[in-house]
């Protein structure tokens, strides 16, 4: 048994971990149930279970066609590798998230997005097969077009189908490491939308949202838009990395720091509009220059709070929702606001056309209380909420969310994999 | 571009290694036994780093085909690695003696016979550098791995005396002592978190290491101090301990 948390390092947990393993000899045992663990950087309880397979070990670059750009890699390979190998030659992941430290493995059961979902959707949008273990001894090749029922449920099924083994995905042709970035400033929420609005054909965009902001100035934020530049440079250098040694004192979060970080990042921007040149590192994952970031939250971990609203509905659903977090005083050092294109039709992913918000919160008493609040909301307004970050969610309210929710769940008992494949988080939302 | 030989190239060590090398231009061979399993890995190497893998069957405990195998390689290595390790079963190899040769030969006596060939030719050609894997278990016998820890001993040894023989022809030697490493090796032992490196760790060190022609290192580097540590406990009072 040994003790394994993920990125939220709440909860902290004991489990059986087996690593090393080989996909022809790695026996389930009957009556015990197995989830998959990638990289650790999902937030709350998704990878946690009694047996955790750990994938990371899994790390093959198994293939690479130059003129398609096709990439068949083992299902531990983390998107920093394949960027470490491929942007000096041109190529960049068609779709990332804002860490590059996540599996294959873990990009596909989470179905991530990134920057740029209104253009290139999901990360399934650029898988074009994947190889997972189902049971012991049976491996499956799966295409969307080859079995539709398990590419829907296991592009964004949490781990819940199977471990996945390796995956073929595209990379898209790049020019440069660098991105020609605009920066708008807003003064408030309405202002923000139309932000997003006026900018809705650039290729990536992400706003940073000042949510301690009160009165007029709720949702005021720093809306960052942009593409690749095609000068030619390519050289990827990879950075020092800062690294915060250990766990900060719990009190050392408080309101006023959170206020004082907000006021200095909003603060330095001075005009409305602005550009910068800005590197691959920079843009896309600027958290993951502080190896261990998530300590500065203290030992009592902390969660991620992310849900997506209907485009109709976000104004008036932020609006409250910013409220109620403002009158909270809770702080979140980060909240990240994006507009999404239209949804897949994978049974659990999360995007749909609408604006989405994330915060951090550490995990403190009367957090979830307000998080239950925050829920009734985003389900008021036909939101919901993103797995991957949640550690907290409950059955009714995650449900609700999600309409092929049931389609989901009698596929998985239809298989069996529900004897097979648990996590924490499945067992409370009963999925 | 040169050659890198890695021997005993299936283990996770040596694996991290290759991927060093490769990673500052080198091309590699990997040598081991039933070497054909490492087909992905070798192309993985090619994949990432661009540059030219091959694999190369050798049995260490096949005294007798080493030179043949050296011979047969196209280009001559410019440095010659070996992460040949076999823990064994300590209880057994005490009642079964084929079980104790198996630790020693593996560790020791085929190394010798490898190395020896090695050595010889980076001696004619007067370039070349030599990276031996041994372990922190050869710097003092315990009772929970002392054949292990002996066959380590000897290789240690061996390994001095080789860098005292050809450091006149300026072809470095470099022993290498890792402490505990979370490999397949050790995935059924109990190790304590904060000793413990990940192999990648390890080759990083080892690479460090030798590009600055280091004669001895302790991976991670506590482990030097831990280790002067245990040798410095006398001997009578070693002996009741249970370490």
């Known amino acids: ?203 990536y965009s992400v706003a940073w949202i000042d949510c301690l902001a009160k009165g007029d100035s709720i949702g005021r934020c720093l809306l960052m838009v942009g593409d690749f530049l095609e000068d030619g440079d390519l050289s990827y250098n990879l950075k020092k990395q800062k690294s915060i040694p250990f766990n900060f004192p719990t009190f050392a979060l408080n309101n006023l720091s959170v206020k004082a970080f907000n006021w200095l990042y909003y603060g330095k921007v001075k005009e409305r509009i602005s550009k910068q040149k800005v590197d691959i590192d920079t843009f896309f994952y600027p958290l993951d220059a502080i190896g261990h970031w998530n300590r500065i939250y203290g030992k009592n971990g902390f969660t991620q709070y992310q849900f997506i609203l209907p485009k109709e509905q976000s104004l008036k659903g932020l609006e409250e929702i910013l409220y109620e977090i403002s009158a909270s005083g809770k702080g979140s050092f980060l909240a990240v606001l994006k507009l999404y294109g239209k949804a897949n039709d994978n049974w659990l992913s999360f995007p749909m056309e609408g604006y989405s918000l994330a915060l951090d919160f550490k995990i403190e008493p009367g957090l979830f209380e307000l998080l239950d609040k925050l829920d009734e909301i985003v389900l008021k307004y036909g939101g919901r909420i993103y797995l991957t970050k949640d550690v907290r969610v409950s059955k009714e309210n995650f449900e609700k969310g999600y309409p092929n929710i049931e389609k989901f769940r009698e596929y998985r008992k239809e298989m069996g994999f529900d004897k097979r494949f648990q996590s924490l988080q499945s067992k409370r939302v009963k999925i | 571009m040169s050659y890198i030989l890695i021997v005993g190239a299936k283990s996770d060590i040596a694996k991290a290694v290759a991927r060093e090398y490769a990673n500052s231009g080198y091309n590699i061979y990997l040598a081991g036994r039933k070497i054909d399993t490492l087909d992905a890995f070798a192309k993985d190497l090619t994949i990432r780093y661009q540059i030219e893998a091959k694999l190369v069957e050798l049995d260490i405990l096949n005294f007798k085909s080493h030179q043949e195998i050296y011979n047969s390689l196209d280009k001559k290595p410019v440095g010659v690695i070996t992460a040949v390790g076999y823990l064994g079963n300590q209880e057994l190899a005490q009642k079964d003696f084929n079980e104790a040769k198996r630790i020693i030969d593996t560790n020791y006596t085929g190394v010798v016979s490898l190395l020896n060939i090695v050595a010889n030719d980076f001696e004619e050609r007067k370039e070349g550098f030599i990276v031996g894997i041994s372990s922190v278990a050869g710097d003092r016998g315990r009772k929970s791995n002392y054949i292990y820890g002996s066959a380590k001993a000897a290789l240690t040894t061996y390994l001095s005396g080789l860098r005292n023989r050809l450091s006149s022809v300026n072809v470095k030697v470099l022993t290498v002592k890792p402490g505990f490493v979370d490999t397949q090796m050790t995935k059924d032992l109990d190790l304590p978190k904060k000793l413990t490196a990940t192999p990648k760790e390890v080759a990083k060190d080892i690479f460090n290491a030798q590009q600055k022609g280091k004669d001895i290192l302790y991976t991670k580097w506590f482990w030097r101090y831990i280790m002067l540590i245990i040798k410095t406990i006398p001997e009578w009072k070693f002996k009741n301990m249970s370490i």
């Open chain 1, 1 to 203: 048994m040994s003790k394994i948390s993920a990125w939220g390092n709440y909860p902290v947990i004991e489990a059986n971990l087996i690593k090393y393993w080989d996909s022809n000899s790695l026996n389930f045992e009957d009556n015990k149930e197995y989830i998959a663990y990638g990289n650790g950087r999902s937030y709350g309880d998704s990878a946690l279970g009694e047996n955790i397979v750990k994938v990371r070990e899994k790390d093959l670059f198994l293939d690479f066609d130059q003129k398609s750009g096709l990439l068949h890699v083992q299902a531990g390979v983390l998107l920093s590798e394949i960027l470490e190998h491929f942007v000096p030659r041109g190529w960049f992941l068609k779709v990332t998230p804002g860490t590059k430290l996540i599996t294959i493995g873990g990009a596909i059961a989470s179905d991530i997005h990134g920057k740029n979902h209104h253009i290139e959707g999901c990360f399934s949008e650029c898988v074009e097969e994947f190889t997972i273990l189902l049971d012991s001894g049976k491996i499956e090749v799966c295409t969307k077009e080859s079995n539709p029922d398990l590419w829907r449920a296991t592009c964004g099924g949490m781990g819940l189908t199977g471990v996945i083994l390796d995956a073929k995905i595209y990379l898209k042709k790049i020019k440069s490491k660098y991105i020609d970035q605009t920066t708008i400033k807003t003064a408030n929420l309405k202002e923000t939308f139309e932000a997003f609005e006026e900018y809705k054909d650039m290729p």
